[in-house]
């Protein structure tokens, strides 16, 4: 206890050294004034961080114990972590699927764009498939062949190429279709 009022003390003293020498080197005007602010609000926490850490204590125990008196009982340790966390899991896990989803996206319209040569349509849906992920591409390009057609085999083969290499992943883990423009679809996988 002795030791860690000293190494308090000790970082308390340097932090105001160093904190009045940085004020010290301000320039003389209205600025100064909220740097002896800032300054004071810097030493006030310092000051206080100790008394806080004692007072708070461990968040995650308190909020075990918390959950374990909103529930009415004891032994919800032994039951799994608290409910408002393991709902915070998921909402984390939800937010993480998201990004995961728009970076597929957005890879795969630029693999698209790399190939066609111009922006197009582009769904992407991720699934899993015998513990792997694969993905299901969805591409309808703004062009026509001039027969009533926007896609061929070739086509379809060079964006399940394409979106693969962008993707870094095999290219038989990415199903690609190409619609036409009659509703028609041409699929390669």
């Known amino acids: 206890m002795v030791e860690a009022l000293s190494e308090w003390g000790r970082r308390l003293v340097l932090l105001v050294i160093g904190l009045s020498f940085l004020e010290l ?41 918390l959950e374990d008196v909103l529930a009415g009982g004891e032994g919800a340790e032994e039951a799994g972590p608290p409910s408002g966390l393991m709902r915070l899991e998921k909402v984390r896990e939800r937010q993480a699927r998201a990004l995961y989803q728009a970076a597929l996206r957005w890879r795969t319209e630029a693999a698209v764009r790399e190939v066609l040569g111009t922006s197009a349509r582009v769904e992407v849906q991720a699934r899993e498939e015998q513990g792997r992920e694969k993905l299901r591409v969805e591409v309808q390009p703004p062009f ?6 926007r896609s061929s085999p070739r086509l379809a083969a060079a964006l399940q190429a394409a979106v693969a290499e962008r993707l870094g992943i095999a290219p038989e883990l990415v199903s690609v279709e190409v619609r036409a423009g009659g509703g028609g679809v041409e699929e390669d996988e």
Do not use: C, H, W, Y
């Open 144 to 149: 026509d062949d001039g027969r009533g057609r």
């Open 25 to 65: 080197l301000a320039p003389e005007n209205e600025l100064r004034k909220f740097i002896r602010v800032f300054v004071g609000l810097l030493v006030l926490a310092a000051i206080l961080q100790p008394l806080l850490s004692l007072s708070v204590g461990d968040p995650l125990k308190t909020a075990q114990e």
